[in-house]
């Protein structure tokens, strides 16, 4: 009997052919909302090529969607009156930006197909559709997640990674999420867009140690220039790209920049400190060979399966931002 279940179940999963262990599949809505994807992908490409930065924005969003209660689109839902403290009034989801794009697509898929696309599928897919608007690299996203109904400011706050941290610590809140240090140091490369703001970096360039002092793991010259860009007293606006090389390409040079000690936070320094993810900062690096998209494709399409609900578990929300009534 056992044997017979088995070859059903196995006989079932060669069926489906694109089945992933945790009950996601290759386009999941073929039949429930066969356009969803293709709606998904038209809305992103009208606001990421508009506004290329867009694409940081929805790429570290669903980085902090998975890390707290896996990729459940836990991170959309908005403070009420019972929980005034959901994951988006944590301190690192300050600056998250995209919010807009998530719900046009929404809007749209609820006019095509009510209540089937869940919006931790549509954050998933988004933010794939946005890379390649940006050239930068592509990975499959099975669907099928269903969205949580809890979100909590402290878990965000003890679960997304501190730009403060040092490497053993990111070595153990990557490891906590099922990544291992190869993701840490690939992953860290989606750096190579996007911004950071002055206020993070204020006291690594103005006060590292309380003494008034500038980080010396900061290369000298550009911590100068950094200074010339970031007050002692920053705006909570005012913001640096993270790559200055190529601040809006998705390419390798994050890592030349961290090699070079111009890293903008701690944490992407602290990638120098262990031999593993120096040594993957240093093959990037070189004239020939980057293995960076690649890469952060298969990192990617790990993430994305982080802890997700399918079957019966959790529900498709009608508004991302709140639980269903
Ligand atoms: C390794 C631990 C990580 C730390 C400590 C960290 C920290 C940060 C911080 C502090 C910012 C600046 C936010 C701002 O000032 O607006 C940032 C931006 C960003 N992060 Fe990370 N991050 C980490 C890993 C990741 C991962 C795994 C991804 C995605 C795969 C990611 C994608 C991004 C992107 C795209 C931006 C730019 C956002 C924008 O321009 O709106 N980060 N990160
Ligand atoms: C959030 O809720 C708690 C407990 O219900 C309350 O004490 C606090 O004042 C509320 N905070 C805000 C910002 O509404
Ligand atoms: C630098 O840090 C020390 C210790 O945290 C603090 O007492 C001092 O006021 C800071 N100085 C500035 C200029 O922020
Ligand atoms: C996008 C968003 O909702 N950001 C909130 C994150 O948390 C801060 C407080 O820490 C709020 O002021 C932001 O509005």
Known sequence: MKFL??????GMLFAMGNA???GLQLDYYKHSCPNAEKIVERITKQY???VPNF?????RMIFHDCAVRGCDASLLLKPTASNNQTELDAIPNSTLRGFEILEAIKSALETE???????ADILALSSRDASTTINGPWWPVPTGRRDGIISLASEALAL?????????TLKQNFAALGLNTKDLVVLSGAHTIGVGHCFII???LYNFTGVGDTDPALNPGYAAWLKTRCSPNPSPTSFVFMDRITPKVFDEKYFTMVKQNRGLFESDAALLNDDQTRDYIMNQVKTKG??????????MTKMIQIGVLTGTKGQIRKDCGFVNA
């Open 5 to 10: 279940s088995a070859f059903i179940v196995f």
């Open 290 to 299: 980057s293995t960076f998209d690649k890469d952060f494709a298969e990192s």
């Open 48 to 50: 990421v090529s508009h």
């Open 20 to 22: 992933y262990p945790q």
């Open 113 to 119: 197909c009510p209540g089937v696309v869940s919006c």
């Open 202 to 204: 204020r006291n690594r």
């Open 160 to 168: 997304i990674p501190s730009p403060f941290a040092d490497i053993t």
């Open 55 to 59: 694409a940081a924005g929805l790429i």
